[in-house]
Structures are given as C-alpha cells and as structure tokens.
C-alpha cells in the first residue's frame, strides 16, 4: 500500500498550486481520504478530507475558501487544490487515508504518503 504525493513547489504569495496523491496496492475503497501538513518546529495539522463519493468534505478554518479537495476513484488520485496561498501555507504536506472522511479530520489515519513541500514566499 502506497499514498504517492507530488505537486509541491515555490510559488509566491496570492498564487496557486494543485497537488495530487496517487494511491496503488490495493482498492481503496471506501476509505476516506486528505491531507495534513506540517510546518517546521510545528505539529502535523489537519488541512482537508474527502469521502468515497465525494459527497462530504471538512476543511481546516485556516483554509477554508482558498484549498478543495477533490477525488478521481478511476485513478484513486486525490487532489488539493490550492489558491489565494499565504506564507503560512508553508509547509510538507501529506496525504492520508481512514476509514471515512470524519475519521481522517479526527486524525486517524491508517496510511500515510510521504510528504510534498510546498513554499510560499511573501
């Protein structure tokens, strides 16, 4: 069981990045699935979570109206798009995946991808 993260980059202030998380090993379904990230000297934090059908989504307040998550179950890719980025979007972003979306917005988690940098310069 593999949760691939890229995406990642330097962008500045106000711009956007999409990253993408392909998962392979076995079917995924119906776990939920979402993103964390973690700043330097910082906890891993909640960012968003998705469900199988896409049909439920939570988001941390900090990103709220600026990231969507989104899912392809054809390709068990999950998206995080990313806009309106602010220096303190800085940070290793990492893909997750539970039980359902609620589980994984509570942090339990039962794979991890490895993480993404993502840099936002002010």
């Known amino acids: 069981v593999q949760l691939q993260a890229s995406g990642g980059g330097l962008v500045q202030a106000g711009g956007s990045l999409r990253l993408s998380c392909a998962a392979s090993g076995r079917t995924f379904s119906p776990y939920g699935r979402g993103w964390f990230r973690q700043a330097p000297g910082k906890e891993r934090d909640f960012v968003a979570a998705?469900?199988?059908?896409?049909?439920?989504?939570y988001y941390a307040d900090s990103v709220k109206g600026r990231f969507t998550i989104s899912r392809d179950n054809a390709n068990n890719t999950v998206y995080l798009q990313m806009n309106s980025l602010k220096a303190e979007d800085t940070a290793v972003y990492y893909c997750?995946?539970?039980?359902?979306?609620?589980?994984?917005?509570?942090?339990?988690?039962?794979?991890w991808g490895q993480g993404t940098q993502v840099t936002v310069s002010s």
């Open positions: 997750a995946a539970g039980r359902d979306s609620l589980s994984v917005s509570r942090g339990a988690i039962d794979y």
């Open positions: 998705i469900s199988w059908s896409g049909g439920s989504t």
